[in-house]
């Protein structure tokens, strides 16, 4: 092989000298972030006189233009403009009601009470309408005014006397204090008495008071601040404060104190330390402080508005935010060096940068990737050639000294001391001055070599490629891809954890473990990222992973249990922008992008600067955020809970927030609406939920929501409502429905009924009627004919032979007769023409009866109108029986036909001289089976005619039948 040595003497700048440590307090000012809120946010003034969040979790702003209520993404602003309660938009101070929604607000016009979204405003029995300050507890709310002292008894302020005029008041336990020139006094039940706790001397008013976590009191003036420190008293005057005033102070929750002056924000990390002034705010006076229930410090202004300081886990370097940083390591004598995409090479220690670049010998001010060495050496890779840092020496390395190429993409300097270098034409090993390379050729999976990773105290050398993961083993190379269980092929990143698991990215597939058995198991969760670009573990069990969208933390054993189940829990933190990075895009160019420091921390190259978060002092947000429903509309209307929307209304909308003010934007949102989803609706930062055309019925909306680092407020908020039924769905119309189907059926059933009866009285009348004719044809034929032919058999034992064959002929004529009959009763001739008409037919009828022995004389008389035919036909078979009955029973010698047509009605009258019979004869007719007399009143009652029957013995009999023609219809003619 050949080699070359090229030889440079570095010129190092000091580029910055930076007073930072690697272990930065937790509380110290440089480890928050700032954000700011003026009038062009929201805020209705930007004199900030007090911040206050209830128990509800929202942030109430006072501001001499009104109040503003802040949910982390909006204010809502209440002025008297818009409430008229509110008859002064110059607030002072807050405090907490009794209920959880209640909120006593102090005003320069008296005191305002809000509660469930409504405002009381109360001036009566205050000793001055100037509010200076509220004090709440237990259902005992005091204001101090400009004039004194007075308490809220339920329906009004009542004065509290006082042997001076208080200047302050503050709780200890449930006893009220209370500052005046005089001293520290204590209201309890109705008694002022002085306290055992005394002020400390001043000469100037006591304008706050009260007692830090570690209950040491402390108390503030206009100028100065004094407290006990170490058991001696401490004051903190204008010339520690750049000779300013002090305006506010905060003992803060985790230790340190915050002191507000009339010149910025002072911050001191002990009590015996010196005040640090806050740069982020600048030099405006600071009105108020507050520290929010997550940890974040709220501070009220003069003129810049509402400010906010976060703790952030991540911190950067100064002097290196504006560098796309490409690469990191760290050397053996602890620097940690930071490679750039155009800016070279960044050597930081002890708070010192130093820098190299191409003029001082490296082959390009690109860095693509960077391996430590023995001691102070450090490896070196560009996209023109390998470069070795050695003290003050830089040899480089091209590919005319051997190298496959000189695009050095990553390196990593192996156990024996040889440095294998990944390039864009394959693995070269760089042994002494030897190289030799690995292609494709002898089984790499492709040769665009990226990450290189050798786990300790293994012969494997693992190789990430454009084409799948490689592993070379005794100088055997095998290539695994997503055949052999991996996510992608693309491989971006490689870590193995210290149980001999090896954690992979990839481009685009996510994240895939190979287990320590051999096996590789894919992560495809939605909350991992796709694309993995770096990956470490720290010192406490967790995996870190590098990407375009931030970075992820995530248990190590949380992961394996998922990778070995099918469901399982995983709590995963996502950092960015608001933790402290300085982007949230991590660097993807250069191996390694990422890099755990010897104490810990752990480094990550961003497109600009540095990230740098140490896993020991991580803070995590262990508060659950309130959830609120803030509005709940229906077709745009808004509606309260509990309501009762009638139908017809189709769209309905919740809104709804968390209030977690650390990082809103990471706040997560899940939903339920009881009575419809069967399921929680994972909601991601969405809030607001949208429902369309619910059917009715009783629903009740529930929400809940996590903060930043996963914790999840499970009790969320929620919201009932219910939806009426249009009427033709209300259970009183379905009842008249079911009714009225009930008595339709009936009305059916009772209709058939009455068909089937009609039916059945129908077949029953011409049952009826076909016996009549049977009786009044057939029968009465048969009957002559068999008198006819006793009379011939009694001829013929006379042997009257000539008598007997006349008797014959006349029983044929008889029998004629009878068939004549028969045939006119089975086909119903009823055709009322002129040659058959009543009167022509009745006349005919009269002429069959008439003999030599009995005379038949018919009169007929009136217009002739034609009738129905089976009314007439009825009217003809009554004469036709009355005829026969005369002609059979009476013995009479002369019988009467009248049949008379008046204008309303019809007259037909029978009249015979034969032998008459009683009453009581005519019951004996039909018990022996004689039916003349009641088949003629059953016709008459059919054609609803009067039937009327006069007989006496010896005195013949008349029939008179009379049917009135008042409904009858047809034409006259007469006759």
């Known amino acids: 092989m050949r080699s070359s040595l090229h030889c440079a003497l570095p010129r190092l700048h000091l580029l910055l000298l930076v007073a930072v440590s690697v272990h930065l307090s937790a509380q110290s000012p440089s480890n928050f972030s700032h954000q700011s809120w003026t009038t062009e946010s929201g805020l209705p003034q930007n004199s900030v006189h007090a911040i206050f969040q209830s128990r509800d979790g929202y942030l109430w702003i006072a501001t001499e233009s009104g109040i503003a209520r802040f949910n982390s993404i909006d204010f809502k602003i209440f002025q008297h403009e818009t409430v008229p309660a509110i008859t002064s938009d110059d607030i002072s101070c807050f405090a907490q009601g009794a209920d959880n929604d209640e909120v006593w607000i102090g005003t320069a016009d008296g005191v305002l009470r809000y509660n469930h979204g409504s405002f009381q405003h109360y001036t009566q029995g205050l000793p001055s309408p100037n509010v200076l300050s509220l004090a709440s507890r237990n259902g005992s709310t005091y204001a101090l005014t400009g004039g004194g002292l007075a308490r809220f008894d339920g329906s009004g302020f009542s004065q509290i006397p006082t042997p001076s005029i208080p200047t302050a008041i503050s709780f200890s336990g449930d006893t009220l204090l209370i500052a005046t020139q005089s001293g520290l006094l204590q209201y309890r039940g109705t008694t002022v008495t002085h306290s055992y706790q005394q002020l400390m001397p001043s000469s100037q008013a006591i304008r706050a008071f009260g007692y830090m976590p570690d209950h040491t009191f402390w108390q503030r003036t206009a100028n100065d601040l004094s407290f006990t420190a170490n058991g ?583 029998v004629r007769e009878g068939i004549a009959e028969a045939r006119r009763s089975i086909w119903d001739l009823r055709a009322a023409t002129a040659q058959n008409t009543l009167p022509t037919r009745l006349s005919q009828l009269a002429e069959s009866f008439e003999s030599k022995s009995l005379k038949l004389p018919i009169q007929i008389g009136g217009t002739y109108r034609p009738l129905d035919p089976a009314m007439e036909n009825e009217i003809l078979r009554i004469a036709q029986e009355a005829l026969t009955n005369v002609s059979r029973h009476a013995q009479a010698t002369s019988v009467t036909v009248s049949l008379n047509y008046e204008p309303d009605r019809l007259t037909l009258v029978i009249v015979d001289n034969g032998l008459g019979f009683s009453p009581q004869d005519a019951e004996r007719f039909s018990a022996h089976g004689h039916f003349g007399l009641q088949g003629m009143r059953e016709r008459a009652q059919h054609i609803g005619a009067q039937l009327a029957v006069i007989s006496c013995p010896g005195e013949g009999t008349q029939i008179k039948l009379t049917l009135s023609l008042d409904n009858q219809k047809g034409g006259s003619a007469h006759v």
Not at 640 to 651: E, F, K, L, Q
Not at 736 to 744: D, E, R, T, V
Request: charged content about 20%.
């Open 232 to 814: 001696n008293p401490r004051t903190i005057g204008p010339q520690a404060l750049n000779h300013s005033r002090v305006e506010s102070f905060l003992p803060g929750a985790r230790g340190g104190f915050w002191i507000g002056t009339s010149k910025g924000l002072y911050h001191l990390d002990t009590p015996l330390s010196s005040p640090l002034l806050q740069s982020d705010l600048g030099t405006d006076s600071i009105l108020s402080l507050r520290e929010d229930a997550e940890g974040d410090l709220w501070i009220g202004t003069e003129t810049s508005g509402l400010h906010v300081l976060r703790h952030r886990n991540f911190r950067s370097l100064p002097g290196l935010n504006a560098r796309m940083v490409t690469a990191l390591t760290q050397t053996g004598d602890g620097a940690m060096w930071i490679g750039s995409n155009g800016d070279g090479l960044d050597r930081w220690l002890a708070g010192a940068i130093h820098s190299l670049s191409s003029r001082d010998g490296l082959l390009s001010d690109i860095v693509l990737s960077l391996a430590p060495g023995p001691g102070e050496d450090l490896w070196v890779g560009t996209p023109d050639g390998l470069n070795h840092v050695q003290g003050d020496r830089i040899r480089s390395f091209t590919s005319a000294d051997g190298l496959p190429d000189d695009f050095i993409r990553s390196l990593l300097l192996d156990n024996d001391g040889t440095l294998w270098i990944g390039t864009r034409r394959g693995l070269a090993h760089l042994d002494g001055q030897r190289i030799t390379t690995l292609t494709h050729a002898d089984g790499l999976g492709s040769d665009l070599i990226g990450a290189l990773v050798r786990p300790s105290g293994s012969s494997d050398l693992w190789i990430a490629t454009l084409n799948g993961l490689s592993l070379l083993n005794n100088g055997t190379i095998k290539t695994f891809t997503t055949k052999d269980g991996l996510s992608g092929d693309i491989i971006t990143a490689l870590y193995p954890d210290t149980q001999g698991n090896l954690w992979i990215g990839t481009r685009g597939n996510g994240l895939t473990v190979r287990t320590a058995n051999g096996r590789f198991i894919a992560f495809r969760r939605d909350d991992l990222p796709n694309t993995v670009d770096s990956i470490l573990g720290d010192n406490f069990g967790s995996l870190w992973l590098g990407s375009a969208h931030g970075v992820f933390r995530a248990k190590l054993f949380e992961l394996i249990a998922c990778a070995s189940a099918s469901s399982c829990t995983l709590h995963i933190n996502h950092y960015g922008t608001p933790d402290g990075m300085p982007t949230e895009e991590v660097s993807a160019i250069g191996h390694p992008s990422a890099w755990k420091a010897a104490e810990g921390s752990l480094w990550f190259a961003t497109r600009k600067g540095v990230a740098i978060i140490d896993p020991s002092h991580l803070f995590l947000n262990r508060v659950a955020p309130p959830v609120v429903i803030e509005r709940f509309t229906v077709d745009d209307a808004e509606r309260s809970g509990g309501a009762s929307i009638p139908p017809g209304h189709s769209r309905l909308a919740f809104e709804y927030i968390g209030l977690s003010f650390v990082a809103p934007s990471r706040v997560r949102y899940r939903y339920r609406l009881e009575g419809f989803d069967k399921q929680w609706t994972e909601a991601g930062s969405r809030r607001t939920a949208f429902y369309t055309n619910l059917p009715a019925g009783k629903y009740r909306f529930l929400v809940q929501a996590a903060n930043n680092d996963g914790l999840w407020n499970e009790r969320g908020a929620e919201l009932s409502f219910s939806i009426r039924p249009p009427f033709y769905r209300t259970p009183w119309f379905l009842l008249l429905a079911i009714a009225l189907l009930a008595g339709l059926i009936v009305l059916i059933y009772r209709l058939r009924l009455r068909r089937v009866r009609s039916q059945f009285t129908a077949v029953l009348a011409e049952r009826t009627r076909v016996a009549r004719e049977i009786h009044d044809t057939l029968a009465q034929s048969f009957v002559g004919v068999s008198v006819q032919l006793e009379l011939t058999t009694q001829l013929l034992a006379h042997q009257q032979n000539e008598a007997a064959r006349k008797q014959l002929d006349q029983t044929r004529a008889y």
